[in-house]
Structures are given as structure tokens and as C-alpha cells.
T-cell receptor, first 113, second 113 residues
Framework: GAGVSQTPSNKVTEKGKYVELRCDPI?????LYWYRQSLGQGPEFLIY????????DSGLPNDRFFAVRPEGSVSTLKIQRTERGDSAVYLC???????????FGSGTRLTVV | AQSVAQPEDQVNVAEGNPLTVKCTYS??????LFWYVQYPNRGLQFLLK??????LVKGSYGFEAEFNKSQTSFHLKKPSALVSDSALYFC???????????FGAGTRLTVKP
């Protein structure tokens, strides 16, 4: 597509529930990134995919967070047993090469109540 | 690990005046430096980047940034501000070989008519 698409745009879930956030990157972009942005802060790196593999998952805060990209295009960020502290905007970005500027999606605003 | 500091939470300028949004960085080796802009309820938009070469980098919407290695700075500038430039601006840095792009906390630019 023309840009990076993230769905849903908003998600409200109860504490303890499981959520999935989807990212559809720009066609042909091999690199895909997930970031988390809390209110008043800059984006915080979570995980980076090169193709189908997670090249760097050092930013995932704990084992409740997991992400996949099985066919090297669409990616899903999965959060188990959600906590109120997980509430944030989750941003996805893609790029063609490592030195390109990233193209970001509009984000998914996750609210855990 | 790399890091970015944006020392000003808020910058206010009058329309037509020059603007500067400050950024300093810390990274091992040569940096890749980026500026992004975020409008309300929108994703991050890439403005410009420095990889190598000329220290003065020109980007979108008339913005430019100057890489200063001795001062480890990458300040964003525009000769004549527009009201429509009002937004949140983020500086970001990556080190060579790193996939983890680190963002500053952001600077809110307000341009008053």
C-alpha cells in the first residue's frame, strides 16, 4: 500500500486480557520496527524484523510481549495478560534499507482498564 | 548505547522568524541522525537525515539541520517559521550496525501568528 497501516487504531481491553496489534508495512520494505510511545515521551524501541526473522528483540519489556512476521510482510504484536502500564500508543514503521528514514504508521492506541 | 537529548520541552516563535530546535546525541562511532515531526493524532513523519557528507542537511517543508561533530549536536532549523509548523519534533540517532533507533523526548514547537 501507499503507507504503513496499523489496525485497530484504538483498542480498549480489560486488565489480564490478550491483545493483538497488526501492522501492514509498505510493500517491498524488508525492515519492520515496533515502537511504544507513552504520553509525553519519545518512541521507545521494542523489536526489529529483517524479513521474517526478529533481528533484534532487545526492547521487548518482558515475556508477555511477542511479535511475529511469518511471511515477511504483515507483523503482529501480541501482548498477554495485559497490565494498565501497557497503555500507550504502539507504533509500527518500515524501511527499505537500514539507513533510510523510517515510514511510521498512525499507531494503535491501547488502553488497559 | 546511543542516546539523544532535546533540552527544550517547548519552543515558541513568531511566524516569519527563524526557528531552532536543539538536539544533542551520544553514540559510539559515526552516528546516523534523523528528525521526525508528529502532528496531533498522526504518525511520525520523516523530515531529514544525516548519514555522511555535507554537514548541512536539507529536508522536507523547508527544514534543515546542521551536524556538528565536535559539539555532538544536530539542531533543526528553518529560516522563516509558519503557523502550520506547530507540532511535536523528535530527534533520533542510530549507531553504525545498530537497529535500535533512539528518540529524544520531543520538543513542542508553537508558531504564533
Amino acid at each position: 500500500g501507499a503507507g504503513v497501516s496499523q489496525t485497530p487504531s484504538n483498542k480498549v481491553t480489560e486488565k489480564g486480557k490478550y491483545v493483538e496489534l497488526r501492522c501492514d508495512p509498505i510493500s517491498g520494505h524488508t525492515a519492520l520496527y515496533w515502537y511504544r510511545q507513552s504520553l509525553g515521551q519519545g518512541p521507545e524501541f521494542l523489536i526489529y524484523f529483517q524479513g521474517t526473522g526478529a533481528a533484534d528483540d532487545s526492547g521487548l519489556p518482558n515475556d508477555r510481549f511477542f511479535a511475529v512476521r511469518p511471511e515477511g510482510s504483515v507483523s503482529t504484536l501480541k501482548i498477554q495478560r495485559t497490565e494498565r502500564g501497557d497503555s500507550a500508543v504502539y507504533l509500527c514503521a518500515s524501511s527499505q534499507t537500514g539507513v533510510d528514514g523510517y515510514t511510521f504508521g498512525s499507531g494503535t492506541r491501547l488502553t488497559v482498564v | 548505547a546511543q542516546s539523544v537529548a532535546q533540552p527544550e520541552d517547548q519552543v515558541n516563535v513568531a511566524e516569519g522568524n527563524p526557528l531552532t530546535v536543539k538536539c544533542t546525541y551520544s553514540v559510539s562511532g559515526n552516528p546516523y541522525l534523523f528528525w521526525y515531526v508528529q502532528y496531533p493524532n498522526r504518525g511520525l513523519q520523516f523530515l531529514l537525515k544525516y548519514i555522511t557528507g555535507d554537514n548541512l542537511v536539507k529536508g522536507s517543508y523547508g527544514f534543515e539541520a546542521e551536524f556538528n561533530k565536535s559539539q555532538t549536536s544536530f539542531h533543526l532549523k528553518k529560516p522563516s517559521a509558519l503557523v502550520s509548523d506547530s507540532a511535536l519534533y523528535f530527534c533520533a540517532v542510530r549507531g553504525l550496525g545498530n537497529n535500535d533507533m533512539r528518540f529524544g523526548a520531543g520538543t513542542r514547537l508553537t508558531v504564533k501568528p
